[in-house]
């Protein structure tokens, strides 16, 4: 374990400055690409998490329990899109001022 920690610690020390010295518009790009990507892999895992919850609650015969996780889950999806982001960030200015 401690030759683990202390290799991983010479690694950062090599590559920190390295990583001072990128720093700029290939940073803001990749900044730009990491958030993109995050959200897409947050859409698909809610989708995913919910569509299996559907089709448990179905395989129970709760179908309307299965409905609404599918309403849910679709709700969820769409305020995560960028839309979605813009309606809730008006919503919040509306109702507690742009502050």
Excluded: Y
Excluded at 4 to 19: E, F, S
Excluded at 32 to 61: D, E, N, P, W, Y
Excluded at 85 to 95: A, E, H
């Amino acid at each position: 374990m401690r030759r683990w920690t202390a290799t991983c610690v010479a690694l950062t020390a090599m590559l920190l400055p390295a990583a001072a010295h990128a720093a700029g518009p290939s940073l803001e790009s990749a900044a730009s690409h990491a958030s993109t990507t995050g959200r897409t892999i947050a859409l698909s895992l809610i989708g995913l998490a919910l569509a299996v919850a559907a089709v448990v609650l179905v395989f129970k015969r709760d179908f309307k329990e299965a409905v609404g996780v599918i309403a849910i889950g679709v709700i969820a999806v769409l305020l995560a899109s960028p839309a979605g982001l813009t309606v809730i960030q008006n919503t919040v200015s509306l109702l507690f001022g742009s502050g």
